[in-house]
T-cell receptor, first 114, second 114 residues
Framework: DTEVTQTPKHLVMGMTNKKSLKCEQH?????MYWYKQKAKKPPELMFV???????INESVPSRFSPECPNSSLLNLHLHALQPEDSALYLC?????????????FGEGSRLTVL | KQEVTQIPAALSVPEGENLVLNCSFT??????LQWFRQDPGKGLTSLLL?????REQTSGRLNASLDKSSGRSTLYIAASQPGDSATYLC?????????????FGKGMKLTVNP
């Protein structure tokens, strides 16, 4: 099973809403990632968790709050977002501790902020 | 700061042609290089991963090569098919904060015409 599952596939929210994106993998990977991708642009790294600890935060605004409750799950909590935060949010995972590990991506959650 | 370039940004070819997609990067101190495919509105599918110590990898009709010293990688697609139409992204893996960080090129949109 080389699958990374993201829910929901589509999310529409207002600027005052609180919502969460979820990501799950059962490949035994211990590194999990959130990327943001705007239309016709490459993915940009937001956060990396390694062994359930936050190891990289690419200076992401605090209205995005990541959480890694266990080695299989990764959440991204959203609050007070702006319309410019509308994008495809991609989750990925890899074998932590192996810098040469292959990243596997989910299908993404398409977020629209009204 | 690592920069990854893919030229051209788009390519349209008739079915059956052999293709070469180019990727260049500015910092040769990489751990790996990964080629991805992305269909419109979808997530990223890993095609090939080349470790920094390797020169090439093959999977079916795909062959990727890596020349670290010159900062270049190529993805060769043999006997292209309409189903190969997608955006192809090159990503270079490096180390940051003890975790792997991928830096993506802007991608190359391939259209294979029947």
């Amino acid at each position: 099973d080389t699958e990374v599952t993201q829910t929901p596939k589509h999310l529409v929210m207002g600027m005052t809403n609180k919502k969460s994106l979820k990501c799950e993998q059962h490949m035994g990977h211990r590194a999990m990632y959130w990327y943001k991708q705007k239309a016709k642009k490459p993915p940009e790294l937001m956060f990396v968790y390694s062994y359930e600890k936050l190891s990289i935060n690419e200076s992401v605004p605090s209205r995005f709050s990541p959480e890694c409750p266990n080695s299989s799950l990764l959440n991204l909590h959203l609050h007070a977002l702006q319309p410019e935060d509308s994008a495809l949010y991609l989750c990925a995972s890899s074998l932590a501790g192996e810098i040469t590990g292959e990243l596997f991506f989910g299908e993404g959650s398409r977020l629209t902020v009204l | 700061k690592q920069e990854v370039t893919q030229i051209p940004a788009a390519l349209s070819v008739p079915e059956g042609e052999n293709l070469v997609l180019n990727c260049s990067f500015t910092d040769s101190a990489i751990y790996n290089l990964q080629w991805f495919r992305q269909d419109p509105g979808k997530g990223l599918t890993s095609l090939l991963l080349i470790q920094s110590s390797q020169r090439e990898q093959t999977s079916g009709r795909l062959n990727a090569s890596l020349d670290k010293s010159s900062g270049r990688s190529t993805l060769y697609i043999a006997a292209s098919q309409p189903g190969d139409s997608a955006t192809y992204l090159c990503a270079v893996g490096g180390l940051q904060g003890g975790s792997e960080k991928l830096v993506f090129g802007k991608g190359m949109k391939l259209t294979v015409n029947p």
